[in-house]
C-alpha cells in the first residue's frame, strides 16, 4: 500500500482551549485516571492472590480488568500531559499507533464481555456440565481468540486510515486520536471510509451489545426454574453485568454508529466510555459481588500482618 501522508504531526484541541478549565480537565482525568488503576490494579491482585476466586468467571474478570486498564492509559495519561499543555501535539505516527491501540483494548473489553455472558449462561442454564464446558484450558483458548480478534480489528482501523491521503490540514477537535476526526483531515473523499467503518465498529458495537442483551434476557428467564436463593445468587451477577454492558456499549454505539455526523456533544460522549466506564467496571463488580469483597478483605489483612512483622 502506497501511502500519501505530508502530515508530521497532529494538533489537538483538546476538550477546551480555556486555560481555567483546562485545570479542571487535568483535575478530573487525574482522579478518574487514578481511580480506575487503583480499582483495576486491585482486582487482578486480588484475583491471581486469591484460592477462592479460581471460577472461570473470575479469569474473565481478571482480563476485563486488565482491558480496562490498558484501554484508560491509551487515553487519560497524553490527555492530562496536554491539558497542561498550551498547544497539545500528537506525531502521526504516534496519532496511528494511538488509534490502534484504543481500538484493540476497547475491542478486547467488548469480547471479554461477550465471554462473560457465555459464562454465566452455561453456569445458570447448563450447570451439569459447567465444569466440562468452561475448563480452564477452553477459557484460555477463548480469551487467546479474543486477542486475535481484537487485533484484527485494530489493524483494519489502522489500514482505512493510511489508506486516505493526508496532505495539509492538522488539527483535530478532539481530545485523543481516533479514525471519525483523523478521517476530517483526509485531502479526498471519505464516504466509503465512513460505510467502512460503520461496518467494521460500528457492527461490533451494535451486534454485540444484540448479542449480549439477548443472552442476559435468555438467562435471567431460565431463572424461573431455580431456588429462591439461586436465583438471588445469579441475578446480583447478572444485573452487574448487564449494567457494565449498558454503559460501556451505549456510548459506543452512538459515536461509532453514525460516524459521518458529529455532535457538540460527542467529545463528553467519549469521556464517557473512555474513562468513565473502567473507572465504574471495578466499583459495580466489587460492591454487587460478596466473594470479591472478601477476597479483598483478606488481601488487606494479609498485607497488614506483613508489615506488621516487618
Not at 476485563?64 to 490498558?70: A, Q, V
Request: charged fraction near 15%.
Amino acid at each position: 500500500m502506497q501511502l500519501n501522508i505530508n502530515v508530521t504531526e497532529v494538533i489537538l484541541l483538546g476538550l477546551t482551549q480555556d486555560p481555567s478549565r483546562k485545570n479542571i480537565v487535568f483535575a478530573i482525568f487525574l482522579l478518574f485516571y487514578m481511580g480506575t488503576l487503583l480499582g483495576n490494579l486491585l482486582i487482578i491482585a486480588t484475583i491471581k492472590t486469591s484460592q477462592t476466586l479460581g471460577s472461570p468467571m473470575y479469569f474473565f474478570l481478571f482480563y476485563l480488568s486488565l482491558s480496562d486498564t490498558c484501554f484508560s492509559t491509551t487515553v487519560a495519561p497524553r490527555t492530562i500531559v496536554d491539558s497542561l499543555q498550551k498547544e497539545a501535539t500528537i506525531s502521526f505516527t504516534e496519532c496511528i499507533i494511538q488509534i490502534f491501540t484504543f481500538h484493540f483494548f476497547g475491542c478486547l473489553e467488548i469480547f471479554i464481555l461477550i465471554l462473560m455472558a457465555v459464562d454465566r449462561y452455561v453456569a445458570i442454564c447448563k450447570p451439569l456440565h459447567y465444569m466440562t464446558i468452561m475448563r480452564r484450558r477452553v477459557c484460555g483458548v477463548l480469551v487467546a481468540i479474543a486477542w486475535v480478534g481484537s487485533c484484527v480489528h485494530s489493524l483494519v482501523q489502522i489500514f482505512l486510515a493510511l489508506s486516505l491521503p493526508f496532505c495539509g490540514p492538522n488539527v483535530i477537535d478532539h481530545y485523543f486520536c481516533d479514525l471519525q476526526p483523523l478521517l476530517k483531515l483526509a485531502c479526498s473523499d471519505t464516504y466509503l471510509i465512513n460505510l467502512l467503518l460503520v461496518s467494521n465498529s460500528g457492527a461490533i458495537c451494535t451486534v454485540s451489545f444484540l448479542v449480549l442483551m439477548l443472552s442476559y434476557v435468555i438467562i435471567l428467564h431460565s431463572l424461573r426454574n431455580h431456588s429462591a436463593e439461586g436465583r438471588r445468587k445469579a441475578l446480583s451477577t447478572c444485573v452487574s453485568h448487564i449494567i457494565v454492558v449498558i454503559l460501556f456499549f451505549g456510548p459506543c454505539i452512538f459515536i461509532y454508529t453514525c460516524p459521518a455526523t458529529t455532535f457538540p456533544m460527542d467529545k463528553m460522549i467519549s469521556i464517557f466510555y473512555s474513562i468513565g466506564t473502567p473507572l465504574l467496571n471495578p466499583l459495580i463488580y466489587t460492591l454487587r459481588n460478596a466473594e470479591v469483597k472478601n477476597a479483598m478483605k483478606k488481601l488487606w489483612i494479609k498485607k497488614a500482618v506483613s508489615d506488621d512483622k516487618k
